[in-house]
């Protein structure tokens, strides 16, 4: 009704955006009550990731929270907190890489900002179902309990390893089939200037010789440029789609036992194989983290939205400076030492990205390997006990 009320353009927009950027901020920072557990809050958080990744679901662990995955587009972050009934768990939605890679290509685009109210009020109300439905039944349900603590660990170990090598073997591959498909964008747009500098370069040409028939030099630039866009692309293709098989097929292999380990009436004939998928798996964990690493504008879009923007003003504000040095030198030293403060912030902005993303390779590195100790500790302990 806003939109029709006789106010300046610019009033009638202004009111809608600024309560979607409220929204959008409230519905990421605001978090939400769980309950409380009797527990300590690192027990708390290891049995109920192993509730999340028996049920299937893809669960990060950090220090003391839990990141799952909802859907495609949202995830819940749960935090445990040491409270004096024992451990306070609260929620909040997030987003997940591809959610966000979403968000900021509405931001971006300019009309369709007005569709991201919308999208996260439907990611809220999904996060709100998935911890009633799903992560409140876990916490009050009792613990299976331990008949034979050896086996029950075991089966634990088991299961938590396959979820996270799941989890890790299916993030590369977003990850690296994200970088793909950017490659493909960019030698795209690479066709399209490749298009406007063949079609000058033909122009200049027919100039020069007196010519006038440019519908012959249209049809070529289009021919060149299609045929660069074709060629550039296949090579791509070649090169990343054996890389991409690989990462969806382990995927693939790791989520199809996870499935037969949580089945009901799972065999038991079968475990040696699971520790012999696992143990090939461990080979190939570095390559996946180091996908994930190179993978920043797919992990961090909002970081790297900023590292391209600032570009784009940096370069744009040198440009300027060194063409109006002489008619205005203070604006242009002005100009140009804002272009050079904004280099400076892309370098620092890339660093902690860098930093960050190393970190968590490493971290989660580590996690893998302690995880996959315990468990072969525990299997030797077993066998040795029968």
């Known amino acids: 009704m806003i939109l029709l009320l006789p106010l300046p353009s610019w009033l009638k927009y202004a009111g809608p955006l600024t309560m979607g950027f409220v929204l959008f901020v409230l519905a990421f920072s605001l978090r939400f009550n769980l309950g409380n557990a009797v527990a300590d809050p690192k027990t708390v958080l290891n049995n109920l990731a192993h509730k999340l990744r028996a049920a299937r679901y893809r669960v990060e662990e950090t220090n003391d929270e839990l990141i799952t995955q909802v859907d495609s587009m949202s995830a819940i972050r749960i935090r445990a907190r040491a409270s004096e009934s024992g451990t306070e768990l609260t929620y909040r939605m997030d987003g997940t890489p591809a959610g966000w890679t979403v968000t900021l290509i509405l931001v971006v685009s300019g009309y369709f900002i007005i569709l991201i109210p919308p999208i996260v009020l439907f990611m809220l109300r999904r996060v709100r179902r998935f911890a009633r439905e799903q992560v ?80 012959m030099s249209f049809l070529m630039s289009i021919a060149i440029a299609i045929a660069f866009t074709f060629v550039s692309v296949w090579l791509l293709r070649r090169r990343v789609m054996p890389r991409l098989e690989e990462l969806k097929g382990w995927a693939t292999r790791l989520e199809g036992a996870l499935v037969e380990e949580t089945a009901p009436a799972k065999p038991k004939d079968d475990e040696p194989s699971v520790f012999e998928l696992l143990a090939d798996a461990w080979k190939h964990v570095p ?14 879009p909002g970081t790297w939205l900023l590292i391209l923007c600032f570009a784009g003003l940096s370069f744009t504000g040198l440009v300027f400076a060194s063409l109006m ?22 370098h620092i ?33 077993h066998l040795q006990e029968l």
């Open 325 to 346: 040095f002489v008619q205005s030198p203070l604006a242009s030293v002005i100009v140009g030492a804002a272009s050079v403060v904004l280099l400076y912030a892309i």
């Open 349 to 381: 902005m890339y660093n902690r990205s860098k930093k960050r993303l190393d970190e968590e390779r490493d971290r989660v590195f580590s996690d893998w390997n302690r995880r996959l100790g315990v468990m072969n500790f525990q299997m030797e302990k």
């Open 136 to 215: 409140v039944p876990s916490l009050v349900a009792p613990d299976v309990p331990e008949v034979d603590s050896i086996s029950v660990r075991i089966r634990k170990a088991l299961i938590d390893s396959l979820s996270e090598g799941y989890r890790l073997s299916s993030e590369a591959y977003e990850a690296a089939k994200s970088n793909y498909e950017d490659n493909v964008i960019i030698l795209v747009v690479l066709g399209f200037f490749a298009f406007g500098g063949t079609s000058l370069a033909f122009l200049a040409i027919n100039l020069e010789v007196g010519s006038e028939d440019f519908r």
């Open 287 to 300: 390559k996946w983290l180091e996908v994930r690493r190179k993978s920043g504008l797919y992990r961090e």
